[in-house]
């Protein structure tokens, strides 16, 4: 029910939810390295350079070991945003301690090193906090419970595949997986590697802030054109999390790239078209059964002016080169 299943599918959400943790502190500029290594019993530690972790009552939010046993009220412990969920299904750290045979968290705040320790959700090591010389960060390593699942060991195609996507639509992000690290990318080297034959020009790419100072959205945006007919590719995103049915993000990108085609049918514009659209804003509101769909209006007219930007741009580029 919170994992969508006992098997190595199961085990990755876990993994990927602890990962959400530390893509969450990125997004607010606080976490610039994330390493995930993976042992042959399917243990699991997860390091970040993060700020750590609060382990104290503090402004409403609930000392640590109540955080990793209760589920939360609200969708982060300090209120931050904008949150997201690596996972599929936004379980929360309390959830994955209590499907975990054991639970070990360390973390490095402010020269404190605190570390805990659970099995099954049940308390087992309390809370010890001692003075270091150390930076800040925070390790989770954990082993899923072969008493719940099938295989502890995570499926690993899920977890890379989702750190395959955050390595495009989060390039300043350095993860590091077992031994390798993932590449850093961005949503452009995205674009030139799914590139067919028969492209025509560079890649025409913009990111930039829109919305107002109480509702933000960043947006991102790369766009591709092939002379070859084939049916449109476009990737789109919400907080990092690939939107399959796509919503008002690509319905904004849609509006703009018709106005610039002069009004032209959308599907004389998107003959030969790869794109990708990212953006990252607060209350996401998600459509569909599946929630794969972003239904948040005030993203369709955010996308709209960043596409519109990106055609200026390529219209300029055009230019010069005929000249």
């Keep these: 029910m919170y994992v969508g299943g006992t ?14 943790n530390a893509v969450d502190q990125h997004l607010v500029g606080r976490c610039h390295r994330i390493d995930l290594r993976v042992d042959a019993d399917g243990s699991v530690t997860i390091d970040d350079d993060g700020p750590g972790i609060r382990t ?29 969920h690596v996972g599929r299904l936004g379980a929360g750290l309390s959830v994955v301690n209590v499907l975990c045979e054991r639970f070990e968290l360390m973390t490095v705040r402010e020269g404190i090193e605190s570390s805990v320790a659970f099995e099954q959700g049940i308390l087992v090591s309390p809370l010890d906090e001692r003075a ?11 082993r899923a419970d072969p008493a719940i ?23 300043r992000l350095a993860i590091g997986v077992s031994r390798a690290g993932v590449p850093l990318a961005g949503i452009v080297e995205r674009v030139e590697k799914l590139q067919r034959r028969g492209t025509i020009g560079p890649v025409a790419h913009h990111r930039g802030r829109y919305g107002n100072e109480l509702v933000p959205i960043d947006v991102e945006i790369a766009l591709s054109w092939s002379d070859v007919s084939h049916e449109p590719a476009i990737l789109s995103f919400v907080n990092l999390e690939r939107t399959h049915e796509h919503g008002q993000h690509v319905l904004g990108m849609r509006d703009a790239l018709r106005a610039g085609f002069g009004r032209a049918r959308w599907e004389v514009v ?10 990252v804003l607060d209350d996401v509101i998600l459509g569909s059964p599946t929630r794969e769909r972003l239904d948040s209006p005030a993203s369709r007219p955010a996308v709209a002016a960043a596409a519109h930007a990106v055609m200026a741009s390529r219209l300029q580029r055009l230019s010069a080169r005929q000249v």
């Design 7 to 20: 098997d190595g599918f199961g085990v990755a959400q876990l993994v990927l939810e602890v990962l959400s």
């Design 56 to 84: 104290g009552a503090v402004d409403g939010m609930p000392p640590l070991v109540e955080r990793l046993t209760k589920n939360p009220q609200r969708p982060t412990a300090d209120g931050h945003r904008p949150h997201v």
């Design 132 to 142: 270091v010389k150390r930076a800040s960060g925070t390790r989770v390593r954990f």
């Design 149 to 171: 699942f099938d295989d502890t060991y995570p499926e690993m195609q899920v977890v890379s595949s989702r750190i395959d996507d955050l390595s495009f639509v989060a390039p």
């Design 270 to 279: 998107a003959r030969g078209l790869l794109a990708v659209v990212s953006v």
